[in-house]
């Protein structure tokens, strides 16, 4: 009995070991359980400490560009921009001089080529007429776009203009003002008969003005998508005949007309670059009601920009214009409309031929040039007596290169030299040699 009772005290002890084993077993998978959760929990503080110090190293993303704001009621876009240019000219003519604040001293006008003067030293000045302001306005409403446009610039202000002397203040001009209803334009813009791309970046208001058709005023115009890269653009444009009277160049705006300038022009865009085909009709008009007459007037022009590398760096710009009685159309008015005979009461046809050509030389991202050339032939009708014509503009020609550079997106400082010719009906002519500095911020 006596050892039944050692090994009853003994079962009972290697039970409780047993208990107490357990107990220890269970605390340690606890532990051990804690432990595995603490080392994950420290793993995800650790993994996103990583995360925001990664996100702190990085830089801030830019702002998004703003373009533009609303008005009204929100459903009108409203853009501002344009440029501010500085220009520094210095001009030297053979024959004469031209007067301080005129067309002639600003940009290059080939009539303004003073002959039979008296060459001087070189004239200077500096300029920040050509400087342009612009608002862009476009609406939706419902599937159809309404837009508006209003561009501006101190370079063509007529009537009083400021001093060099003292503030050099100048008016502000319109330029062009429009409202677009999807195809329909109704307002002041560039004439439909130009193509405007041709156009050669220069530090001139205009570059090549004689073989250049420029022109702005109010139309009304409507564009015709025509498949496959062409559009077709049909206007009825304000009319105005500038004729000379026999014997005097001077031009004269008539106002007598009664029927628009009708135009056209089919424009082709690809990727090889642009073209442009324009045709123009128009009658001109006299009338002062004992005298008046009347002549047709018709002209057509074809320009083109062409790209010469992948990245458009490199491109050909021209435009070659025939016509009679668009002399307003080309040149800045080089030549009249129509010359008109007293004698006879009679308008007499004045035919014009004018061309330009320009390289754009992309030399780097930040550095480029243009090389540029114009040119313009006048004829008369051969029943005009030609000792009456001896002082009207007869041919004008120029050349020109540049070297523009852009340190930064927006910033153009531009040098260019020019050299242009004037010649008379009377064989006599007259030189300009120009060297032209230039400074744009564009925004």
């Given at each position: 009995m006596a050892d039944t009772a050692k090994e009853k005290e003994l079962e009972a002890r290697i039970e409780a070991l047993e208990r107490a084993f357990g107990t220890i077993q269970g605390e340690l998978t606890a532990t051990k359980a804690e432990n595995a959760m603490l080392r994950e929990a420290t793993a995800r503080a650790e993994a996103k400490a990583?995360?925001?110090a990664v996100a702190q190293a990085k830089p801030a993303p830019a702002p998004a560009a703003v373009d533009g704001f609303t008005a009204g009621s929100g459903a009108t876009r409203v853009k501002i921009g344009g440029f501010i240019k500085t220009v520094a000219t210095f001009s030297k003519w053979n024959d004469g001089d031209v007067a301080a604040n005129t067309f002639g001293r600003d940009f290059y006008l080939p009539q303004a080529i003073p002959i039979g003067g008296v060459g001087e030293s070189t004239d200077s000045d500096f300029s920040a007429k050509q400087t342009r302001l612009w608002l862009n306005l476009e609406t939706k409403v419902g599937d159809h776009t309404l837009k508006g446009y209003i561009e501006t610039d101190f370079q063509t202000a007529p009537g009083t203009q400021g001093s060099e002397r003292t503030t050099n203040g100048y008016n502000l001009a319109l330029r062009r003002a429009y409202v677009q209803f999807d195809k329909l334009t109704v307002g002041q813009d560039w004439s439909t008969f130009q193509y405007v791309a041709a156009l050669p970046e220069s530090t001139d208001f205009v570059g090549p003005t004689e073989g250049t058709v420029f022109v702005r005023q109010p139309l009304v115009r409507y564009s015709?998508?025509?498949?496959k890269g062409f559009t077709l653009h049909v206007s009825a444009e304000n009319p105005e005949s500038a004729t000379a009277t026999l014997g005097s160049p001077t031009l004269i705006e008539n106002d007598d007309d009664s029927i628009p300038d009708f135009a056209a022009r089919l424009h082709y865009a690809g990727s090889f670059g642009e073209l442009s085909f324009a045709g123009l009709a128009r009658q001109l008009s006299v009338d002062n009601g004992a005298v008046s007459d009347e002549a047709m007037g018709y002209g057509a022009s074809v320009g083109g920009k062409i790209f010469l590398d992948k990245d458009k760096r490199f491109d050909v710009r021209f435009m070659g214009t025939y016509g009679r009685g668009i002399g307003r159309y080309v040149g800045l008015n080089f030549a009249p409309d129509a010359v008109f005979v007293p004698g006879s009461n009679k308008l007499r046809n004045v035919d014009v031929f004018?061309?330009?050509?320009?390289?754009?030389?992309?030399?780097?991202?930040?550095?480029?040039?243009?090389?540029?050339?114009?040119?313009?032939?006048?004829?008369?009708?051969?029943?005009?007596?030609?000792?009456?014509?001896?002082?009207?503009?007869?041919?004008?020609?120029?050349l020109a290169g540049n070297l523009f550079w852009s340190p930064v997106a927006g910033l153009d400082l531009g040098v260019e030299y020019r050299h242009g010719e004037r010649e008379l009906v009377s064989g006599a002519t007259g030189q300009l040699d120009r060297v032209e500095f230039a400074a744009k911020y564009s925004f």
């Open positions: 990583t995360e925001v015709i998508p025509a498949g004018s061309v330009l050509g320009a390289v754009r030389l992309g030399w780097t991202p930040k550095l480029r040039s243009t090389l540029m050339a114009g040119y313009q032939d006048v004829r008369y009708a051969d029943s005009i007596p030609v000792a009456s014509l001896l002082a009207y503009n007869n041919k004008a020609w120029s």
